[in-house]
């Protein structure tokens, strides 16, 4: 399942990027932006390179400013995929990296933030990151869930997703291709969970986060799909707390 679409225009790390700063929260390193006694959270889950990602972090600090407590955690445990490494191909670090784990790992994060006073908390993830949120939401653990270029992800699951939930999906994408993420769909209409599905035209997997800043389409795409993900967050995690 994990293709060379995965590993496309591989983000250059840097720890010191975002107007955040990285702390501990549920027991793992996380990057945290926005103010600390906002009442409404959003998880940002990464796709394989983890999250020291400079555009994620710029993400982040954006939905940041909507109004929202931000936290992207370090689920990989300082070991994102390094495509130059031959001898940690992408099907055996998949191994050492299970969504499973980081879905049990996710829950002491939200704990975290409820001992803190958030009321409500959305998740989004990408690629890897979305099987994350899909498991988040079929346990409905979060308010409202996103998913960009979901990898994984099969329908069994959106069966079993019980909260709105926003699919962004991409034409050019052989992990979750336009006609799956129509089944998606599909399910989640007949399901009658709230849901929005959309899929970008020539745009490919990754590319709300892996999108070259020189490309002025690319980032254009990108800035649309971020949209997209902040106003379901203030239609559903803000707007659970302002009717609670």
């Not at 983000?11 to 926005?34: A, F, I």
């Not at 940690?88 to 994060?109: M, N, Q």
């Not at 336009?178 to 490919?204: C, D, G, M, R, Y």
Request: net charge neutral; proline share 7%.
């Amino acid at each position: 399942m994990s293709g060379p679409l995965c590993c496309s225009n591989p983000p250059t790390l840097n720890p010191s990027s975002g107007t955040g700063h990285v702390e501990k929260l549920g027991g793992l390193d996380s990057y945290v932006t926005g103010s600390p006694d906002s009442k409404l959270a959003v998880l940002l889950i990464s796709d394989i390179f983890g999250f020291e990602a400079p555009n994620l972090r710029k993400l982040a600090d954006k939905v940041a400013a909507a109004g929202f407590f931000v936290v992207v955690p370090n689920f990989l445990n300082k070991d994102p995929y390094v495509p130059e490494d031959a001898n940690r191909p992408l099907p055996v670090w998949i191994k050492d990296h299970g969504p499973d784990k980081a879905f049990e790992d996710a829950k002491p994060v939200l704990e975290a933030l409820k001992s803190k006073g958030v009321s409500a908390i959305g998740a989004v993830g990408f690629c890897w990151g979305a099987k994350v949120v899909v498991e988040l939401a079929k346990h409905a653990l979060i308010q409202a869930a996103v998913l960009c270029h979901p990898s994984f992800v099969t329908v069994d699951d959106i069966k079993k997703v019980k909260v709105p939930i926003s699919i962004l999906g991409a034409e050019i994408d052989r992990m979750s291709p336009p006609e799956l993420v129509k089944q998606f769909e599909e399910v989640l209409t007949a399901n009658e969970v709230k849901s929005h599905v959309k899929i970008f035209p020539k745009v490919s997997h990754g590319w709300t986060v892996r999108y070259n800043v020189e490309d002025k389409a690319a980032c254009k795409s990108a800035e649309e799909a971020h949209q997209d993900l902040l106003d379901w967050f203030l239609k559903h995690v803000k707007g659970v707390t302002l009717s609670a």
